[in-house]
């Protein structure tokens, strides 16, 4: 209740709040059952009100009437049930479900998002390219897939093979750690979609080699992912777990300047054009580099397993090294145009996906940059950092301290400063 009333005063009225008890108010209740109800059912296949509810309704006054009394869903009128809000994880003692976060305001957002938009959006994903294979719950696939979702975008698997052009519904286009390369034929499908008068494109390399024909089509926009893999070395080890900044200049990345992002896995860095690059000016092509490792302890090691690493200045790439990228096509500085660009992100890890590493600013980074890409630029930022529970670890002879001054200290100083204060109103 209280989430929802900061909903509708940071909105200014626009978010109407409303609250019902099915118990206190009989005939209320049967008023919603016969205008939601319905629509329910076909989401859920059981009836409504069953659970908790939050019941988000984004239509029109017309589309409203103008649904009186009909049965069926409705793309504008989204629904939330209590354990939605909820994070549970599994106890590994005795195999039991408890709550340990809650995830209101991610919820409630999505379901918004969802209910003002209707039906989602299309995201693209190339699977015939991809290393990526499509897994269930707990995959990098369904992670990535999860985090579309709530940006109201449904990811569809296709295959560019055989293709002559990528879907006109598509409001951007995914290319996850390719692995394989693309036809002569398949880029040119690939260039015709960046050369619409509005496109979008998420890609994420790793240090595996990029395949030839897709790494020139990325230089030609000005990012080029370098063969090799950056490495850090701290106190005399060195490590492949990479920590960047994110740097100044872009807007859609402005809630996170001069925060860190720690990158797992296998991570290779870019060659960013985004000075002196007037072929590219000509052509109203700007790229922007947007994470960056510190100017000390990596460089990019292109000899990576080839005994112990050690910077070369004449082989290996010198830091700071570029991370993430951004590349934007079109007059993006002319209001009548600004919506008729292309925008493209290049990350240069893809293991980041995988759920076991994926942190919140990944979470925050890859939504904010979707969002960017397919112009909703007013939801871009930091999302909600969801509340959780957390143990505090005590050894046995810990809580056996613990209990002595509950069960005996505690009471013992009690009784003796009761013992005083009798014996002080006695005298």
Known sequence: RALGEQYEQISNGKVKLSLLD????????????????????????????????????????????AAAGKAGNNAHIRFIESDSMVQYSTDDRNNARKPTGYLGEDSITTALLKAIEGNPRKLYYIADKSAVAQGGEGSTWANFEGVM?????????????????????????????????????????????????????????????????????????????????????????????????????????????????????????????????????????????????????????????????????????KPPLRLAAAVIRGAATDDKLAGEISRMVVISNTDFLDPARFSSIHRDFLASSVDWMIGREQLIGQGPRSFGTYKLPLLDSQVSFINRVNLMFLPAFALLAGAIVWSSRRA
């Open 22 to 65: 099915p118990i206190r108010s009989p005939d209320a209740t049967e008023k919603k059952i016969t205008e939601y109800g319905s629509v329910f059912k076909s989401t859920y296949k059981r009836s409504i009100f069953t659970h908790d509810l939050i019941v988000v309704d984004a239509r029109t006054k017309e589309e409203q009437a």
């Open 149 to 317: 979702q709530s940006r109201n975008l449904m990811p569809e698997r296709i295959n560019i093979a055989g293709l002559t052009a990528i879907p006109e519904d598509a409001s951007a286009v995914a290319i996850i750690g390719p692995a394989y390369d693309f036809t002569a034929e398949e880029l040119k499908v690939l260039e015709d979609y960046w050369n619409r008068p509005r496109s979008s494109l998420l890609v994420t390399v790793s240090a595996a080699e990029t395949p030839a024909r897709f790494r020139a089509f990325l230089r030609n926009l000005g990012v080029t992912p370098r063969h090799d893999r950056v490495v850090g070395s701290k106190g005399g080890e060195i490590s492949t777990v990479v920590v960047g900044q994110f740097a100044k200049g872009m807007n859609f990345t402005k809630d996170f300047w001069d925060q860190t992002v720690v990158f797992e896995g296998s991570t290779c860095s870019l060659e960013v054009r985004d000075q002196n690059a007037e072929d590219l000016n000509t052509r109203k092509i700007v790229p922007y580099a947007l994470i960056e490792t510190d100017k000390d302890g990596y460089w990019g090691e292109t000899d990576f397993g080839q005994g112990n690493p050690e910077f070369d200045p004449q082989r290996d790439n």
